[in-house]
Structures are given as structure tokens and as C-alpha cells.
């Protein structure tokens, strides 16, 4: 295993801990939607992945006072909810404390700090649960360690999608961290538009345009492992068929994405490098297949345009 490669459990062993984190991060992904002004593929509610754990963009304040910031401190283990003028306050994330109840207090922290008037949708997202979050009693694990060993690999998973990004020259996004099904990722678009799967996305003003996204989570009910995702929208036909590299990712039929799993990365020498590898491998072939402008393609691996 490569010394400097973080571990992380699976996520049957961590369940009970990485739910609870999970839920925290939608009262953040919450607060960011009922605040920020929309934009398109819905930046607006995406969080960062920070120095300090999973953080919102600065956030206008309903009072007109300034701007605030909510974090989830996963070095000090506590929420923080900070406005520009210096105002502070702190809700301590502990092993035995109830979702609904951190939920309630940030909320009112950040009503405190905004004066008043803050609002959100307590309906979880994307998760096989529906108990509203400041009504939720069921989560309230919270294992420093595990929090911390998550961190340790999260950060390392953001750093190869940042790499991966840098050099593209078409429009992509940051590296967003997604509170619904709690993934990073990047999405790199090609400039054309696509139809959008349903109504409810045309509403939410996402999945129009064509795009590959490059994310990582830390494994959940479905995939039991973490790893590393990549998916093309829309994807044509043949887009399963391809071999990607390095040899240990694979297509998978039930996700509809291909996949590198950590545990083969962990065993590499230069499991970062093999992490970009996989990424700039598919992101080749969706361009390929999906006739992107090759321009911009060969931009992504900082490559020369092509001869005409």
C-alpha cells in the first residue's frame, strides 16, 4: 500500500458515522439553496471542500448586513456559522448528538447572525431516509477518527479532480462537493446543449448541456467501497464499451458509470497519477464518442490542438 495514500473504511463499517456526517452536510447544501442567488447546473447549492471540511460560498444575508459562511469543521469537529462584520458562532459536533438537534441550532445560529428570517427545506435529499433533518434522532454517531480518516481521503480525492480540471479550456465547474449523494466532483462541458431527462430537471435548471463528470465518493448502500466515478450526459451507445486505463477500472452495469476503486489506487506506487490517468481515459473517450469540439479536448490533458 503506498505510504502516503489515506485509508478509508468501508462503508459498511462506518455506516453509522458517515450517514450522520452526510446528513449534516445537507442542512449546509439547504442553507446554500435558500440563500445564494440560483445559477445554472445549480452552483449555487454546492459546497467546497476546504482546508477546514465541507463549507458553503459566501452567503447573502436576508437582512442585508453582509455575507455568511456555514462550515463543518472536520478538523475541530463543530459546525461554524461566521458573518463578515466577525460574529461567530459554534455548535460542537459530538459522538452521541442527534442530527436534528445540530440542525436546530445552526439554523438559529445562522438566523442570529442574519436577523432572522432564515428559512429551509428540512426534506432530506438523495438518501434512503426521509425524517426531516431537525426532526432526525436516528443519526447521532459521530466517530472523530473516522470523520478524520474520511477527511485525509476526501482531500486527497479533491486534489486529483482540481488536476484533472486545470487545464481545460472549455466551461467546467469547480470542484463541487454535493450534499445530496455526498461526492465530489467536476464537471467539464462542451458548449452544446442537451435535452433535459425530465421536467424536474428543466426546473432545476441542470443536466442541459453536455458534459463528462469526474467525481469520487467514500462509498454508500449501493457501492459499499470508495472509489473513484466517471459518466458522460447524455451517453451514446457504446459508451460502455470501452477499455479504460490503468487496467483496474471497469464499467459498472447497476451504477452506469465506470469505476476505480480506491483499494486498487491504495496499492499503487502513484495512486494519484492513476487517479488522473482514469479520469483524463474516459474523459478521452466521451470526447470521441460524443464529438467533442478537439480543441478544447486535447485542452484537458494539456496537450497541443490537434493538426488540422
Known amino acids: ?50 482546508a477546514r471540511g465541507w463549507e458553503t460560498l459566501p452567503l447573502p444575508t436576508p437582512d442585508g448586513s453582509g455575507a455568511l459562511v456555514v ?12 458573518h463578515t462584520d466577525g ?7 459530538t459522538p452521541h448528538r442527534p442530527v436534528g438537534e445540530v440542525t436546530r441550532a445552526v439554523v438559529d445560529a445562522v438566523g442570529a447572525l442574519a436577523g432572522g428570517g432564515v ?45 484533472f480540471r486545470a487545464p481545460y479550456r472549455g466551461r467546467s465547474s469547480p470542484v463541487n462537493a454535493w450534499w445530496g449523494s455526498f461526492d465530489l466532483a467536476v464537471s467539464l462541458f462542451s458548449g452544446v446543449n442537451a435535452e433535459p431527462p425530465s421536467q424536474d430537471f428543466i426546473m ?3 443536466m442541459d448541456a453536455q458534459e463528462v463528470a469526474i467525481g469520487w465518493w467514500p ?32 464499467w459498472d452495469n447497476a451504477l452506469g458509470e465506470y469505476i476505480l476503486d480506491w483499494e486498487d489506487l491504495s496499492r499503487s506506487p502513484e495512486p494519484a497519477a492513476m487517479a488522473l490517468e ?27 490542438p490537434p493538426m488540422v
Open 1 to 50: 500500500m503506498s505510504s502516503d495514500w489515506p485509508v478509508i473504511l468501508p462503508y459498511e463499517v462506518w455506516q453509522a458515522t458517515c450517514d450522520t456526517l452526510h446528513a449534516h452536510t445537507q442542512v449546509l447544501g439547504k442553507l446554500a439553496v435558500a440563500l445564494a442567488p440560483a445559477e445554472p447546473q445549480l452552483q449555487h447549492g454546492a459546497l467546497r471542500l476546504t
Open 71 to 82: 462550515t463543518l469543521d472536520l478538523r475541530t469537529h463543530e459546525a461554524v456559522a461566521e
Open 87 to 93: 460574529r461567530v458562532r459554534r455548535i460542537p459536533l
Open 119 to 163: 428559512v429551509i427545506n428540512m426534506t432530506p435529499q438523495e438518501v434512503p431516509w426521509s425524517f426531516p433533518l431537525d426532526e432526525d434522532d436516528e443519526h447521532a454517531t459521530y466517530d472523530p477518527t473516522q470523520v478524520a480518516s474520511y477527511f485525509a481521503a476526501a482531500t486527497r480525492a479533491a486534489l486529483v479532480l482540481a488536476a
Open 204 to 206: 432545476r435548471n441542470a
Open 219 to 250: 462509498g454508500d448502500g449501493r457501492y459499499g467501497t470508495a472509489a473513484f466515478y466517471a459518466y458522460a450526459h447524455p451517453a451514446p451507445d457504446g459508451f460502455a464499451a470501452a477499455r479504460i486505463s490503468p487496467p483496474a477500472a471497469r
Open 278 to 304: 482514469f479520469a483524463r481515459s474516459v474523459f478521452r473517450h466521451a470526447c470521441v464518442l460524443c464529438d467533442w469540439d478537439p480543441t478544447i479536448a486535447a485542452s484537458a490533458d494539456g496537450r497541443p
